[in-house]
């Protein structure tokens, strides 16, 4: 929990994609509680105080750059984007169409280069110039069944690292957040599809060294940390939250 007096954030002001629910709801509180001043996009922007929704679609350029421009006319200027907004797929290569695959690719990659590329303006004359991507374990490690969302997020870490080598010398810093399997209602609602949805849960549970899901909180506090600028120094990171799924490789339990 963040205590009262932590205002890591004060004065600075925020964005955050796919803000409504789930990780951006979570990091979008957790930046308001840190002191930022946080405008949430999202599709149905309904959010709470302190913060404050625009309606916003990732993959329709003018919706972008009229949320961009909305959100720096009441911020005062933007200092963080939290490049949040995306969604899942399941199968394999030729599970889904074509449509499928621009669908994915066009919310999950290309709705982060619009974002950014509407906020550049902004974050060039911000002192404290940070862009956060949520990606994916996905990224890194091969996982059955999610080939054109993991094509989707492998794009997100390439993109992340090649904005953090355009921007660097701009003053504007690019990271990177790679969570394992979370808690959140996606996946809420993919275990509900399931047919027997408490032992897809075991099993996503299973594949993760710490035996359980990444909580949408941790997932926040890492991307606050990528944010602040307590992390100065860091460009062009990916931050791993996933239960140590990446880089362990533990036996296999005994019974």
Same mark, same amino acid.
């Given at each position: 929990?963040?205590?009262?007096?932590?205002?890591?954030?004060?004065?600075?002001?925020?964005?955050?994609?796919?803000?409504?629910?789930?990780?951006?709801?979570? *990091?979008? /509180?957790?930046? *308001?509680?840190?002191?930022?001043? $946080?405008?949430?996009?999202?599709?149905?922007?309904?959010?709470?105080?302190?913060? /404050?929704?625009?309606?916003?679609?990732?993959?329709?350029?003018?919706?972008?750059?009229?949320?961009?421009?909305?959100?720096?006319?009441?911020?005062? &200027?933007?200092?963080?984007?939290?490049?949040?907004? &995306?969604? &899942?797929?399941?199968?394999?290569?030729?599970?889904?169409?074509?449509?499928?695959?621009?669908?994915?690719?066009?919310?999950? $990659?290309?709705?982060?280069?619009?974002?950014?590329?509407?906020?550049?303006?902004?974050?060039?004359?911000?002192?404290?110039?940070?862009?956060?991507?949520?990606?994916?374990?996905?990224?890194?490690?091969?996982?059955?069944? %999610?080939? $054109?969302? !993991?094509?989707?997020?492998?794009?997100?870490?390439?993109?992340?690292?090649?904005? =953090?080598?355009?921007?660097?010398?701009?003053?504007?810093?690019?990271?990177?957040?790679?969570? &394992?399997?979370?808690?959140?209602?996606?996946?809420?609602?993919?275990?509900?599809?399931?047919?027997?949805?408490?032992?897809? %849960? =075991?099993?996503?549970?299973?594949?993760?060294?710490?035996? %359980?899901?990444?909580?949408?909180?941790?997932?926040?506090?890492?991307?606050?940390?990528?944010?602040?600028?307590? !992390?100065?120094?860091?460009?062009?990171?990916?931050?791993?939250?996933?239960?140590?799924?990446?880089?362990?490789?533990?036996?296999?339990?005994?019974?």
């Amino acid at each position: 929990m963040t205590s009262p007096q932590d205002n890591t954030f004060t004065g600075l002001r925020a964005v955050v994609t796919g803000g409504a629910s789930g990780l951006g709801l979570a *990091a979008a /509180t957790l930046l *308001a509680a840190r002191g930022a001043q $946080v405008v949430v996009f999202d599709l149905k922007p309904d959010v709470a105080e302190p913060l /404050t929704g625009i309606a916003a679609d990732v993959t329709d350029d003018a919706s972008v750059r009229s949320a961009i421009a909305a959100a720096a006319l009441q911020l005062g &200027g933007i200092d963080i984007v939290v490049n949040n907004a &995306g969604i &899942g797929a399941q199968g394999n290569v030729a599970a889904n169409d074509d449509d499928e695959w621009h669908r994915v690719l066009d919310v999950n $990659v290309v709705g982060i280069a619009r974002v950014t590329r509407a906020a550049l303006p902004y974050l060039r004359k911000s002192s404290a110039a940070a862009i956060v991507n949520t990606c994916s374990i996905a990224a890194t490690a091969g996982l059955p069944n %999610r080939a $054109v969302y !993991s094509a989707s997020k492998g794009a997100v870490l390439a993109l992340t690292m090649a904005m =953090a080598a355009d921007h660097v010398r701009e003053g504007i810093r690019v990271n990177c957040v790679n969570p &394992g399997t979370a808690d959140t209602p996606w996946v809420g609602r993919l275990l509900d599809s399931a047919a027997d949805p408490e032992a897809e %849960r =075991a099993s996503l549970e299973a594949r993760q060294p710490m035996g %359980r899901l990444v909580s949408a909180e941790e997932v926040a506090h890492a991307i606050a940390y990528l944010a602040s600028p307590l !992390s100065g120094s860091t460009t062009g990171t990916a931050l791993a939250v996933d239960g140590g799924m990446q880089g362990l490789r533990l036996p296999a339990a005994r019974s």
